[in-house]
């Protein structure tokens, strides 16, 4: 089953505005990452945060943690077209290397 | 996508044949992965190796098997029993934990057509 859920499900909004999505887990983890992906294409690494951060940024991307609430958002501030893709957050729990990943958020940035 | 290639890029099968997707790393990456997407949804696990000559099933391994002879390849073959292949599959590699790199580094995929 999926570990996270991602909201919303589509994002649409004009270049040079802030998107923000949320991902909901289910269980106690170790980390949290979020990739993207563009269409008919591979993911690609974002951003990682562990358990015992709140907040991590690099450079257009924030991402918070919530362990309490086991929920934790991206923001993308100042949008661009080229960034416009599906994004996915997973989680790392127990042991190993092994990711469960969300359903992911598609974001539509227009120019 | 760097470092990982998969191939072919599209695959078509006929009912009741195998086939068999590539997976490469040229990154020295112990832990190999498949993933299946189908349409509009987050990725699902079929198999996983954390090192050579070893794997384990993920949460969707009925009718598909793996192998992993060498550390660079781990290919996918779907099987006949796999009912409903039609998908994107991806692969992709990490270092091992221990090295305190966990991100993954996935591959362009292979969508797979059902004749």
């Known amino acids: 089953s999926q570990q996270g859920e991602e909201d919303p499900q589509a994002l649409s909004i004009q270049e040079g505005e802030n998107a923000t999505m949320n991902c909901s887990y289910k269980?106690?983890?170790?980390?949290l990452q979020w990739y993207r992906q563009n269409s008919g294409r591979g993911l690609v690494h974002l951003i990682l945060?562990?358990?015992?951060?709140r907040e991590k940024h690099s450079g257009r991307l924030r991402v918070t943690l919530d362990t309490s609430k086991k929920s934790s958002s991206l923001l993308i501030t100042a949008s661009r077209a080229a960034d416009t893709a599906s994004y996915f957050c997973a989680t790392r729990a127990g042991g190993g290397n092994k990711l469960t990943f969300g359903t992911g958020t598609q974001l539509k940035v227009e120019l | 996508d760097g470092g990982i290639t998969q191939s072919p890029k599209y695959l078509f099968r006929k009912e009741g044949q195998n086939v068999t997707l590539s997976c490469e790393q040229n990154l020295n990456h112990d832990a190999m992965y498949w993933y299946r997407q189908d349409p509009g949804q987050g990725l699902r696990l079929i198999y996983y190796?954390?090192?050579?000559?070893?794997?384990q099933k993920g949460d969707i391994a009925e009718g598909y098997s793996v192998s992993r002879e060498k550390k660079e390849s781990f290919p996918l073959t779907v099987t006949s029993a796999q009912k409903n292949p039609t998908a994107f599959y991806l692969c992709?590699?990490?270092?091992?934990?221990?090295?305190?790199?966990?991100?993954?580094?996935f591959g362009p995929g292979t969508r797979l057509l059902v004749l």
């Open positions: 992709a590699s990490s270092a091992r934990v221990a090295v305190g790199d966990e991100t993954q580094y």
């Open positions: 190796s954390q090192i050579v000559n070893d794997f």
């Open positions: 269980t106690s983890i170790n980390n």
């Open positions: 945060i562990r358990s015992n951060e």
